[in-house]
């Protein structure tokens, strides 16, 4: 008998992962659940961070005040930086589209929006240097020409690496979200 309730792998279900109808449009999220790569990743980042942590507690008690603080400002780092990890990705709202990335945060607000479509073309792998052949989520906008589309998500990214259904999944909520309020 499974469980569920134990497993990210249960069946996808509409009404779960839409936005409600009397939630705030105004407000931003991810039309996605972040993927084991990018969870995995954090996490690990976050059991290093502990065992800094733990670290900086003992050099304090060893009585170095200033290595002490270098350790602990590390861990802090670590943790931060895990934390936006898990932060990055497309977030969507009524007022437009947001690319969060690890050091910078763009956003286009819906006017300027020309199209999101799905592209099959040359992707990074993990968001490392190597691209394979794979599919991307593009933003076309007003201000730019249509050869600078910036993919938005990728079918070998950290969030849809071997899970195809959830990038399709994903592409048409955030097409869904440009068609209505490209309407507006």
Do not use: C, K, N
Not at 76 to 102: C, E, H, K, T
Not at 113 to 118: A, D, E, K
Not at 124 to 134: A, C, E, I, S
């Amino acid at each position: 008998m499974p469980l569920p309730f134990l497993t990210a792998d249960r069946t996808f279900e509409t009404a779960s992962e839409s936005a409600l109808p009397y939630e705030d449009r105004d407000r931003w999220r991810r039309p996605y659940r972040p993927g084991p790569w990018r969870v995995g990743t954090a996490a690990v980042g976050l059991l290093l961070s502990s065992f800094v942590l733990f670290g900086a507690v003992l050099v304090a008690l060893a009585g170095s005040a200033a290595p002490a603080a270098a350790i602990l400002a590390a861990a802090l780092a670590v943790i931060g930086g895990a934390l936006r990890l898990l932060r990055m990705g497309v977030w969507v709202s009524g007022r437009g589209l947001r690319q969060v990335r690890f050091l910078a945060t763009r956003t286009v607000p819906w006017r300027r929006v020309v199209s999101v479509r799905t592209a099959q073309q040359p992707v990074r792998w993990l968001g490392l240097p190597r691209t394979v052949q794979g599919q991307a989520l593009t933003l076309v906008r007003a201000d730019r020409p249509a050869e600078d589309a910036a993919p938005l998500l990728t079918t070998h990214g950290l969030d849809f690496r071997g899970r195809p259904a959830a990038f399709d999944r994903a592409a048409d909520a955030v097409e869904a979200w440009a068609a209505e309020h490209r309407r507006d």
